[in-house]
């Protein structure tokens, strides 16, 4: 007699969260490879992208635009200050310096390189599924 009869009727393979979690790992190694040379991460790349397009932006507003854990900008944040990429300006207002864009600039090609590598991989059809699929979630 089997005593744990939901593991019977559980399948693993369709958890969403782990297979929404496999796909970010994939994707992320494409862009880990091509910033390696760059010593960024996605997540800070990120981070200089909406500051140089949006412009200044508290710490709060970046973590809810990426859907990060303040702690996590934090982290990131700290890198990106001992680099001189960003500074802390009035009003908990952080900017990106011109060394913060002409890194950016610099590893646009590296960028580049990862979307062109990650749209191979999700072909067309793929890429228009993670965009109804995030619309979906965020509600766009």
């Keep these: 007699m089997n005593s744990h009869p939901n593991l019977?009727?559980?399948?693993?393979?369709?958890c969403i969260s782990s297979r929404i979690l496999k796909c970010n790992r994939i994707i992320?190694?494409?862009f880990r490879k091509h910033l390696l040379p760059y010593n960024i991460t996605n997540s800070q790349m990120?981070?200089?992208f909406i500051l140089a397009k949006k412009g200044a932006s508290t710490q709060q507003e970046l973590?809810?635009?990426l859907?990060?854990?303040k702690s996590t900008i934090s982290r990131n944040m700290k890198r990106l200050f001992d680099g001189d990429l960003i500074v802390k300006k009035?009003?908990?207002?952080?900017?990106i310096t011109i060394a913060g864009k002409?890194?950016?600039e610099k590893i646009i090609p590296a960028w580049d390189c990862a979307m062109e590598e990650s749209r191979a991989l999700l072909t067309e059809?793929?890429?228009e599924a993670l965009t109804l699929l995030l619309n979906q979630l965020t509600h766009v």
Aim: hydrophobic fraction near 35%.
């Design 102 to 104: 002409d890194f950016l």
């Design 8 to 14: 019977e009727t559980c399948d693993p393979r369709q």
């Design 63 to 65: 973590a809810t635009m």
């Design 90 to 95: 009035i009003a908990k207002q952080i900017e």
């Design 125 to 127: 059809k793929g890429e």
């Design 46 to 48: 990120s981070i200089l």
């Design 28 to 30: 992320s190694s494409v």
């Design 67 to 69: 859907y990060l854990e």
